[in-house]
């Protein structure tokens, strides 16, 4: 055992000693393609990477980790609720789509100490969406309501993609300034990945009849205040497609 973790130290000084790290912050908009793109909208996300790049024989290459979270839709609409006693309801629906991806990163600079560098890079991981669903009481206290005011949409699949980029040091931008140690970073990617299943809130439809459930529909309880009868009621579509979305990201790339 002691043998093992000297050897897991001697392994990370050795890498540390031989990389510089650099920390990326940035924004992102994603854009859905084919299938995805009829359903949701642009995706705009908070990024930040962390990177290690070699120093040496292998300066050009770098190894690291990103994380980002979006959102694709922040949206509100009036329903209204028709009972099987031909009573009804209206609620406000208030719906807010996320995705959070996190991927393991690698690149390469195509040119060396060269104030405009060019470079290409591949990722893997997760990327996961989520649709907080929430739905207040109605103000007509003797109609139904939600059993639950929250109500939360999710699934994750395994996304992967393959881009480019160029870094401008931060000296070239601002004549003034002689420092490499940041860069302005743009670059585009794309990202694909298995088949999710999400929230299509781009097309809203009202549903409001409770006796034919579409068995793709996301449902919510509601209860009678009067009888304590609940009923189900389809309150946005489920959408199924594999993941394509192209990237385009700007942000500051930073040495630590």
């Known amino acids: 055992m002691k043998k093992n973790l ?4 001697i392994v990370c000084i050795t890498i540390c000693a031989n990389a510089q790290f650099q920390a990326g912050f940035n924004y992102s908009m994603a854009i859905p393609l084919k299938e995805m793109g ?3 909208n642009l995706t705009h996300s908070a990024v930040v990477d962390f990177r290690y790049q070699f120093k040496k024989t292998a300066k050009n290459f770098w190894l690291g980790t990103q994380l980002g979270a979006g959102v694709y839709a ?8 028709q009972f099987s006693n031909g009573s009804t309801t209206e609620a406000d629906v208030r719906f807010t789509s996320n995705i959070i991806n996190a991927h393991l990163i690698a690149g390469t600079d195509l040119v060396q100490s060269k104030p405009i560098t060019p470079y290409v890079v591949a990722k893997g991981g997760l990327s996961g969406f989520y649709t907080g669903v929430y739905i207040p009481d109605p103000d007509d206290q003797g ?3 939600p059993l639950e005011n929250k109500n939360i949409y999710k699934d994750e699949t395994w996304s992967a993609g393959v881009g480019a980029g160029v870094k401008i040091a931060g000296s070239k931008i601002f004549k003034k300034v002689h420092s490499d140690d940041w860069w302005i970073d743009l670059s585009a990617n794309y990202l694909t990945g298995g088949t999710v299943n999400y929230l299509n809130v781009k097309h809203l439809m009202e549903h409001n009849d409770d006796t ?20 189900q009621h389809q309150v946005a579509e489920v959408y199924t497609s594999r993941i394509n979305q192209l990237d385009i990201k700007l942000g500051i790339l930073v040495r630590l």
């Not at 000297?6 to 130290?9: G, Q, V």
């Open 38 to 40: 009829k359903n949701i």
């Open 212 to 231: 034919n459930f579409d068995p793709k529909g996301f449902n919510v309880s509601f209860v009678n205040v009067s009888t304590n009868e609940v009923h």
């Open 143 to 145: 109609s139904c309501k």
């Open 6 to 9: 000297l050897f897991i130290s």
């Open 74 to 81: 922040i949206k509100t609409q009036r329903q209204l609720y």
